[in-house]
């Protein structure tokens, strides 16, 4: 996907970054790698940084199976060799939360997720509710309680 800047980034996710990439670094082309030995793998100032993109395209992080883009935050996630999964915000994309506030997310609709969005409707789920695990870790079971009653009483 081609885009201006990476991943959103919260300032205290840069931590547990740095801690995954010791073993994410092993997983990346050699390209990815020599950029983030000599630019970093973060861009911005406080409360505004994001993750480094190269040409305008792949973020650092991504790395290749099969010719499949995925990301190696999540593959140390998935070894265990990490407790933290990866950003906030690529963990809820296609919703995006605005301003840093709980009361306010919206939907980006990209071509990239129609395939998603058929697979939803056909198997009746909604985005809230495969997003569960993300909107659970942003806001809270609380919130995602609530937010799961709500729509049941909008579709009664
Ligand atoms: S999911 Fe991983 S590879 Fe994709 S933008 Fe986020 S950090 Fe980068």
Redesign the pocket.
């Known amino acids: 996907m081609e885009g201006g800047r ?2 959103p980034l919260k300032d205290e996710e840069l931590p547990y970054m740095e801690k995954s990439l010791s073993y994410a670094h092993a997983l990346l082309s050699p390209v990815h790698r020599s950029h983030i030995d000599r630019h970093g793998f973060f861009e911005g100032t406080p409360g505004d940084y994001t ?1 480094v993109c190269i040409d305008n395209k792949a ?1 650092v ?2 790395y290749y199976e099969n010719g499949i883009a995925k ?4 593959r140390v996630y998935n070894d265990k060799k990490s407790e933290w999964k ?2 906030i915000s ?1 963990h809820l994309f296609p919703i995006r939360v605005l301003n840093g506030k709980a009361g306010y997310i919206r939907y980006e609709k990209i071509p990239e997720c129609d395939a998603g969005i058929v697979k939803g409707i056909k198997e009746g789920t909604s985005l809230i509710e495969f997003l569960e695990e993300p909107l659970r870790r942003r806001f809270g079971d609380d919130w995602y309680k609530n937010i799961i009653l709500q729509l049941n009483g909008v579709q009664k």
């Open positions: 990476g991943a993750t973020c992080f991504v990301c190696s935050l999540e990866k950003p690529c």
